[in-house]
């Protein structure tokens, strides 16, 4: 049944996340089958993006959902917006040589299922994490091994100043001092996050 709200638009009701083990109504093969046919495999780009926002949202202490349409990927404790973007050498395709790292999409244009998309492209994040899988061989490639990706966090104010809708590695390390890992990401995030 449709939960309609009294200004007449269906609200879907919020639903506990699966656990993996639930199966379809009929044949063998339940939802971590999907799971591992949509998601098996952490090189793909939307994979990989959303392995990073995960990655971003336990440094944090939290434990949400992905949100598809959120204009932001994660949030402090004190509401603070974060957006997570990433990037790699190694892709899930051949390559003649290893990938630039450059993050794109840094400014959006936020959607609102009742009023459709914005006119205009914004960044729309206070702070922002660029994430770096870090391996340069298939061989070492491993996106569960932590000590394989690093993040650096620049403060929305410095893209809104510098007004790029791209960014290269070399402008993000500029701007955000310094490479952390996965154990002083929270950290560092709450500290761009207050000023510091």
């Not at 495999?41 to 992905?66: D, I, Q, W």
């Not at 959006?108 to 922002?128: F, I, M, Q």
């Not at 994490?129 to 394989?148: C, G, I, K, M, N």
Request: proline content about 4%; glycine content about 10%.
């Amino acid at each position: 049944m449709n939960e309609e709200s009294g200004d007449g638009w269906i609200t879907p009701p919020s639903v506990p996340p699966f656990m993996g083990t639930e199966r379809f109504s009929t044949g063998d093969f339940g939802v971590v089958d999907f799971w591992r046919f949509a998601m098996s495999n952490l090189k793909m780009n939307n994979v990989r993006g959303y392995c990073a926002e995960f990655l971003v949202h336990r440094a944090l202490g939290s434990t949400s959902p992905r949100e598809e349409w959120a204009g932001h990927d994660a949030e402090t404790e004190d509401g603070t917006r974060i957006e997570v973007k990433t990037s790699a050498y190694l892709q899930a395709w051949d390559q003649r040589r290893l990938s630039t790292i450059q993050f794109t999409g840094l400014r959006s244009k936020l959607w609102n299922p009742r009023t459709g998309e914005a006119d205009k492209a914004t960044y729309n994040a206070d702070v922002y994490v660029f994430s770096v899988q870090t391996a340069r061989s298939h061989e070492e490639y491993d996106p569960l091994d932590l000590a394989q990706w690093e993040f650096h966090i620049v403060p929305g104010s410095v893209l809104v100043a510098l007004n790029q809708k791209s960014m290269a590695l070399s402008t993000v390390r500029k701007h955000s001092g310094g490479a952390v890992g996965f154990h002083g990401l929270g950290d560092a995030i709450r500290a761009v996050s207050a000023g510091g």
